[in-house]
């Protein structure tokens, strides 16, 4: 058997998750919404699953979708793009991001992963016979350092796969830190793969910046985007992919032989999704904000120190200061995310899970697009677990 799946680890996702169902817990480990989406937005996939066409659509997604995905592009982050040379749909944002990787790389290439890191990066590259190279991110602000780019760039470099909004931190990358990254793509004549399926789930007035966007990179970017993040439907698997012709040629026929098509009906109502008033986009962000606030105000009172969280559905929470104030010199997110399960039936993800190496061990992930009564027990459970020590 293949040694990267066979000897994979079960995922932290799926261990906290059967745990929670264990201990009858809260659980705020995986990052998907109790919201069940747009009614409007559904209800059009179920009008197009009953009177559309269900039988292959088009291997590049319908046209309707990829005319909406560049005019939403268009009207969101001012980038102009062909619809039929430069856009494709795939079955979710993961496709997208092996299809990048097998069109890309050839055995031997390096790329540079930016960790902590979203767990299917790591795999996906060994499989498409990458070679990972690895710029450790810390807290609390998460930037990205000219000195760690250095020694992660070499000569082999052939792609980088670029997350922002950054999952698991919940931050997001300055102007000046998209620029550094450019300035080396340039160099070493590397691509980058942009995740950023989190790109309308920003707060506080930040506005997304795509890194394709920027001078010089049009033509050394693929661009990845997820209408489960905009629509919190993280179960219809939808996403979209940008680049410029001579990279999406490459890109279309991956993905040919991967899942070559995706459901008709989701796409047309993806269509439609993406032509929504701002008034969708602006409350889904407020409604999310309010939850975030909310949930780390509680954490707050309840003694926890709360990094800011900038974007996504996550709140991170660096654990030294209680667990030194404990008389504990021993931080370890792992031992306290199991103890908290386990104890104040509340599941956390502890952020070490998603480095490869030189793990930071202090923070753990809370998910806050709950319902309120979900988040203020959890709240009432952790303040009461941190009291007992």
Request: charged share 20%.
């Amino acid at each position: 058997m293949n040694p990267i799946f066979a000897d994979a680890p079960t995922t932290i996702f799926e261990t906290m998750s059967r745990l929670a169902m264990q201990h009858d817990a809260i659980n705020l480990g995986q990052g998907f919404p109790d919201d069940p989406g747009p009614e409007d937005v559904r209800a059009k996939g179920a009008a197009a699953l009953l009177s559309g066409w269900n039988q292959y659509p088009p291997m590049m997604g319908i046209p309707e979708l990829r005319q909406a995905v560049a005019t939403h592009y268009k009207r969101f982050h001012k980038l102009d793009l062909d619809w039929q040379s430069e856009v494709m749909i795939t079955s979710g944002a993961t496709e997208a991001l092996a299809d990048s990787l097998m069109a890309v790389l050839q055995p031997g290439d390096e790329v540079v992963l930016f960790q902590p890191m979203y767990d299917a990066y790591l795999p996906l590259v060994k499989r498409a016979g990458g070679v990972p190279k690895f710029v450790t991110l810390r807290p609390p602000h998460w930037r990205i350092d000219e000195a760690a780019l250095d020694a992660a760039f070499s000569p082999k470099t052939k792609a980088v796969i670029f997350n922002n909004p950054l999952n698991p931190t919940a931050s997001v990358f300055p102007r000046e830190d998209l620029e550094l990254l450019g300035r080396y793509l340039v160099k070493h004549n590397a691509i980058a793969i942009c995740d950023e399926v989190w790109e309308h789930v920003l707060f506080d007035g930040l506005e997304h910046q795509p890194l394709i966007a920027l001078p010089g990179l049009r033509e050394r970017c693929i661009k990845i985007g997820s209408a489960g993040k905009i629509f919190s439907l993280t179960g219809w698997k939808v996403g979209f992919v940008c680049a410029a012709p001579s990279i999406m040629k490459v890109l279309a026929k991956a993905h040919q032989y991967v899942t070559f098509t995706t459901p008709p009906n989701l796409q047309a109502a993806v269509a439609y999704g993406l032509g929504k008033d701002d008034a969708y986009f602006t409350g889904m962000r407020q409604d999310l904000q309010t939850a975030r606030d909310r949930f780390a105000k509680g954490l707050t009172e309840a003694g926890l120190t709360v990094l800011p969280s900038q974007a996504t559905y996550f709140l991170n929470v660096d654990l030294s200061p209680v667990l030194k104030k404990a008389g504990s010199n021993d931080v370890d997110d792992a031992a306290f995310c199991l103890k908290m399960v386990e104890q104040a039936k509340v599941a956390a993800i502890p952020v070490s899970a998603f480095y490869a190496e030189d793990h930071v061990k202090s923070v753990i992930r809370f998910c806050f697009a709950k319902t309120y009564d979900k988040l203020d027990g959890a709240v009432e459970r952790i303040a009461a677990h941190i009291k007992r020590g």
